[in-house]
């Protein structure tokens, strides 16, 4: 018995791989996180591919890792995440809580915009940490992902910034909002973005509607981009990244 | 017709996603660069999965990538990449090639050690630049992957190392002559890594034989893992990377 973490890649249920359908189909009970990341699953192919029906789960579900790796104690239980498993939330509670119950937790990897962003034609060798931009609340406004885009900086290295794609008071966080709220923390801080700053945005990548692009700053604010919505502001480039970038111009 | 690249994660063909496997039943023609990393195809089981037969292409071919483009002027052609297609190494080049030529190139992502290198509990978010350890030559020991250990620690990022997992002169690269040849390095340079730096090393990660050690220099350095090898040197912990090394301690 185990509980099997399942990345469901970039796209929808066509994005599983033979051996997670394998998996799948000996699984009693299969739960869907749908909270940090926008997932395209059609709940009716998934039912013909693997014979199982989704139970889609909130984050409280989630959060409470230990309770959901003690149901596995006696059987197969599958937990579909968006991605790949480990790359963009803190689902390493899983494992830490199986060692724990001694409970086997077995991850299986998928694809992950992490590495999916390559394709916007900068080396992912030479990015630095991944920041977040949060949707705001009222009295949240935190900004500290600009700490992590000024340590990339300072070294030379490319920066990619994750949209949270969640509403926050029945709205999402747009790219405009979110390279304006950047740019009001750099204004106060080290200057280092100006209306010409190289700017590489992407919208649903690895999806049928994927779409990159690259611009100044002035001009990528003015692209209406669907969710999920990542940006990268980069670092040194050299002359094959300049070149690739032209890809997209 | 179009030029597929697809990215066949880090296991076998069992990792073959459904829209891939759709994509390679419509090609004519389908290659395996196997030179980049360690691939693990059974052909036999790829024919049954897809109908097709598998031609293994070399360095140089893939390298002549206009060619390769060129070829899927009038044929649908299929090139089968470890990992995620742009995430190590130079692919970015045949979406050059296409869009000069004016063909179609789709890239099919998948797993890469990139992130499911997470499975070891750091935080990918934290990660810097990824260095890439060569197996060197008789006349061509390259130091320059220390400079990206060296940024990354500047600013408290963790590095990951990939091992080169070529045999040069009839050898692979192992872990610890990896790591003696980064400490010769750091002795003469900037003195970073003592015997208890703390080092996590990963094996065939993604794959049934994955394993995973954490402990000080000194300890790793017995280690004797199979390829492919990756290591991460930790920048900055916090507490929640702190226990989650615990796993494999």
Same mark, same amino acid.
């Given at each position: 018995?185990?509980?099997?973490?399942?990345?469901?890649?970039?796209?929808?249920?066509?994005?599983?791989?033979?051996? *997670?359908?394998?998996?799948?189909?000996? $699984?009693?009970?299969?739960?869907?996180?749908?909270?940090?990341?926008?997932?395209?699953?059609?709940?009716?192919?998934?039912?013909?591919?693997?014979?199982?029906?989704?139970?889609?789960?909130?984050?409280?579900?989630?959060?409470?890792?230990?309770?959901?790796?003690?149901?596995?104690?006696?059987?197969?239980?599958?937990?579909?995440?968006?991605?790949?498993?480990?790359?963009?939330?803190?689902?390493?509670? =899983?494992?830490?809580?199986?060692?724990?119950?001694?409970?086997?937790?077995?991850?299986?990897?998928?694809?992950?915009?992490?590495?999916?962003?390559?394709?916007?034609?900068?080396?992912?060798?030479?990015?630095?940490?991944?920041?977040?931009?949060?949707?705001?609340?009222?009295?949240?406004?935190?900004?500290?992902?600009?700490?992590?885009?000024?340590?990339? *900086?300072?070294?030379?290295?490319?920066?990619?910034?994750?949209?949270?794609?969640?509403?926050?008071?029945?709205?999402?966080?747009?790219?405009?909002?979110?390279?304006?709220? #950047?740019?009001?923390?750099?204004?106060?801080?080290?200057?280092?973005?100006?209306?010409?700053?190289?700017?590489?945005? $992407?919208?649903? #990548?690895?999806?049928?509607?994927?779409?990159? *692009?690259?611009?100044?700053?002035?001009?990528?604010?003015? *692209?209406?981009?669907?969710?999920?919505? $990542?940006?990268?502001?980069?670092?040194?480039?050299? =002359?094959?990244?300049?070149?690739?970038?032209?890809?997209?111009?």
């Amino acid at each position: 018995m185990a509980l099997h973490i399942i990345g469901i890649g970039l796209g929808d249920e066509n994005g599983l791989t033979l051996s *997670q359908i394998d998996t799948l189909k000996k $699984c009693s009970k299969v739960f869907l996180e749908d909270y940090t990341n926008v997932v395209h699953i059609n709940e009716k192919n998934f039912e013909k591919i693997t014979g199982k029906k989704i139970k889609k789960v909130g984050r409280d579900f989630v959060e409470d890792s230990e309770k959901l790796v003690s149901s596995a104690k006696n059987e197969e239980i599958a937990l579909l995440v968006s991605g790949d498993p480990l790359s963009a939330t803190t689902h390493i509670e =899983f494992l830490l809580d199986g060692k724990k119950q001694n409970i086997e937790v077995k991850v299986y990897s998928n694809a992950s915009a992490l590495t999916a962003v390559g394709l916007a034609g900068l080396s992912l060798y030479k990015f630095g940490a991944t920041a977040s931009v949060p949707n705001p609340e009222e009295n949240f406004k935190p900004e500290s992902f600009y700490e992590i885009f000024e340590k990339n *900086q300072r070294v030379g290295l490319h920066t990619l910034f994750l949209i949270d794609p969640n509403e926050k008071n029945g709205k999402k966080l747009s790219l405009k909002e979110a390279l304006e709220w #950047l740019k009001k923390i750099d204004s106060k801080k080290k200057k280092l973005i100006t209306s010409k700053t190289k700017i590489i945005a $992407c919208s649903n #990548l690895g999806r049928e509607k994927q779409k990159i *692009q690259v611009g100044s700053f002035e001009e990528i604010k003015k *692209q209406e981009l669907e969710h999920p919505i $990542c940006f990268i502001i980069p670092g040194e480039l050299n =002359f094959k990244e300049e070149e690739a970038l032209k890809i997209y111009s």
